[in-house]
Structure formats: C-alpha cells, structure tokens
C-alpha cells in the first residue's frame, strides 16, 4: 500500500497569499494519477487537480498542481477567503487507492 | 446535471446490520466505477472499495474486506455500502464517489461525490 504523507499539517496564510502544499507518496506514483481535492467543513470533497497538474472542469486557474514520482506540489496562488479549507491528495495508480491526511489552510 | 444523493444519517446499536445507499443520476450508471470512502471524526478520508455496475465487479481496501459489502443495482441506478454486525468504531461519515472516466477505466480521479451519509454506532 502507497502511504501519502502531506506536510505541513496546518498552513496559516492570509488572503492574497500564496499556499504551497506538499504531497510524498511513500514510493513513486506515475504523475498522471495523482489528485488533489478540497473539503470544506460539513461539505464533501471537491476534486481539484487530476494527472497531477490538469484542472478540473470549473477550477480557477490561481489553483496549479506539479511534480512526479515521490515529490507532488499543490499551489494556490491570490487565497481567497473561500480557499481557506483542507485538502488531500490521492494517487490512484494502485489499489488500495490512498489519501493523504490532509492539510488545512486557515487564515492567519 | 450528474449528481449522486446518498441515504440520510443513521443511529444503530453495535451488532446491528445497516444498508446505505447513493443514488446516481444524470450520467449511464452502468459504465462508471462507483466508490466509498469514510471520513472518521475529525480525521481524513480513506478508501473503502469500489464497484462497477455493469459487470458487479468489485474491489475492496485490504482494511475494509470482510467487514463491508459493496454492490450495485444498475436497474434503479443505485450503488450500496452494507454492514452485518456495525462496530461503535464504524461511527464516520460515508462518501460514494465516482470514479471519472467511463467504460471500465479504473484508474481515474473521484469527480463526483454524494453529500455523505452520517453513521453513528452506539449502544
């Protein structure tokens, strides 16, 4: 099984800034099966970024995904207040498929 | 508008057996993976399994495999999570969520997820 270890656990920024969020799968995972989801309290997860860089459909490009094998990045350039929620990364290159334990961005 | 819309919340006694259900609309059931995940309180999501309505092939996390039933029923465009005998550490939301890509593609993102069902075990 593919662990994800997401750092940092607690991001605080303030609007207008920009969030950097990191994503190591415990052994490399093909770039195109990487995902990246927000989750809002009392909400279901949203998917974000799929393939590791590719926007879904309706996301603000201030939202960018990036990396491979062992090494995935999630940016979110410009926070606004609506940003502000956890977000998990996923590879579902091999079962099980595997999440991250998230990352919360809270305002500061 | 594709939209999966799960069962409401449920309170059950430890030993009890529960059946939750999402129902899919909008898009060909039959030709999409569906999945469940669970979210402990206060903690993150995990992946229970999934299945896929057209052929009922299912495929369940090594943690979940025996304790949980996932199936679908393609007629009413339903798929089901079910439990025989719940535990109090069973107590979690339970999100379905479908798998993106049609024809049999497993290996794709979740793009669609119900509003999750609130299951809470307790004697």
């Known amino acids: 099984e593919i662990a994800l270890t997401q750092s940092p656990g607690t991001l605080s920024l303030s609007p207008g800034d920009t969030a950097t969020l990191s994503c190591r799968p415990s052994?490399?995972?093909?770039?195109?099966?990487v995902a990246w989801y927000q989750q809002k309290p009392g909400q279901a997860p949203r998917l974000l970024i799929y393939g590791a860089s590719t926007r879904a459909t309706g996301i603000p490009d201030r939202f960018s995904g990036s990396g491979s094998g062992t090494d995935f990045t999630l940016t979110i350039s410009r926070l606004e207040p609506e940003d502000f929620a956890v977000y998990y990364c996923?590879?579902?290159?091999?079962?099980?498929?595997?999440f991250g334990q998230g990352t919360k961005v809270e305002i500061k | 508008e594709v939209q999966l819309v799960q069962s409401g919340s449920e309170v059950k006694k430890p030993g009890e057996s529960l059946k939750i259900s999402c129902k899919a609309s909008?898009?060909?059931?039959?030709?999409?993976?569906v999945g469940w995940g669970r979210q402990m309180p206060g903690k993150g999501l995990e992946w229970i399994g999934i299945t896929y309505p057209g052929d009922s092939d299912t495929r369940y996390s090594p943690s979940f495999e025996g304790h949980v039933t996932i199936s679908a029923d393609k007629a009413i465009t339903t798929a089901y999570l079910q439990w025989n005998s719940l535990k109090a550490s069973d107590t979690a939301i339970y999100y379905c969520?479908?798998?993106?890509?049609?024809?049999?593609?497993?290996?794709?993102?979740?793009?669609?997820w119900g509003q999750g069902t609130m299951v809470t075990v307790s004697s």
């Open positions: 969520a479908r798998i993106a890509s049609p024809v049999g593609v497993i290996r794709s993102p979740f793009d669609i």
């Open positions: 996923q590879q579902y290159e091999t079962s099980p498929r595997t």
């Open positions: 909008g898009y060909s059931f039959s030709y999409y993976w």
């Open positions: 052994q490399s995972v093909g770039s195109k099966y």
